[in-house]
């Protein structure tokens, strides 16, 4: 498996069902600015909404014409045909939780103060993948959000002086440390 976050602001993304799996799929394309259009013999109230066009039919293959992404969350026989049709177009297709039918599994997510983690277990097990984004979702510091302004702060000066990439990572320690030096010395009486 190859990770890799997509950039779908503003782009084109089909999902191919539209049943309750469908639409747990839809939240998280929307947030990222995908322009959805779902294709389902019977469509779920949850797609009625702005930013997300229906099409009320069973899969047709010209449908992933113009897609950058696809969603297939349809029964397996369906999924089956928008994965061949995907595939004479060079389209990845998740077909959620139907491993066979899929040539790109979403994994735990967890989103929090512009930082995102996320990680799989190549569709073999995701009731596991969802308890360790709960685990790791209580493990990351409360204050992540400082944690992300100090990063970008010290990236500008990076940048701005040509630190070496081998320099960064000690210098962000350092100034993440500050942020809890300077807590405990306010902290004290």
Do not use: C
Not at 84 to 109: C, H, I, K, S
Not at 111 to 125: C, K, L, P, Q
Not at 156 to 164: E, F, H, I, L, R
Not at 167 to 187: G, S, V
């Amino acid at each position: 498996m190859y990770p890799v976050f997509l950039k779908l602001d503003g782009r084109p993304v089909l999902v191919v069902g539209g049943g309750p799996v469908a639409a747990g799929k839809l939240e998280g394309l929307l947030a990222a600015g995908a322009k959805v259009t779902v294709v389902a013999p019977e469509i779920r109230p949850e797609f009625e909404r702005v930013g997300v066009s229906r099409r009320r039919r069973a899969f047709e293959p010209h449908d992933l014409d113009g897609m950058w992404w696809v969603v297939a969350a349809a029964p397996p026989e369906v999924n089956e045909q928008v994965v061949a049709a995907a595939e004479r177009r060079q389209l990845f297709v998740n077909a959620v939780d139907d491993p066979p039918n899929a040539t790109a599994y979403l994994g735990g997510v967890v989103r929090r103060d512009g930082v995102t983690v996320a990680f799989s277990t190549a569709g073999r097990a995701p009731a596991l993948a969802g308890l360790m984004r709960e685990a790791l979702d209580a493990w990351l510091p409360q204050d992540l959000a400082e944690w992300m302004t100090a990063a970008e702060e010290i990236r500008k000066t990076w940048k701005q002086d040509g630190v070496p990439m081998e320099e960064r990572r000690p210098q962000l320690l350092e100034t993440l440390n500050r942020l809890y030096e300077e807590r405990r010395l306010q902290a004290r009486p």
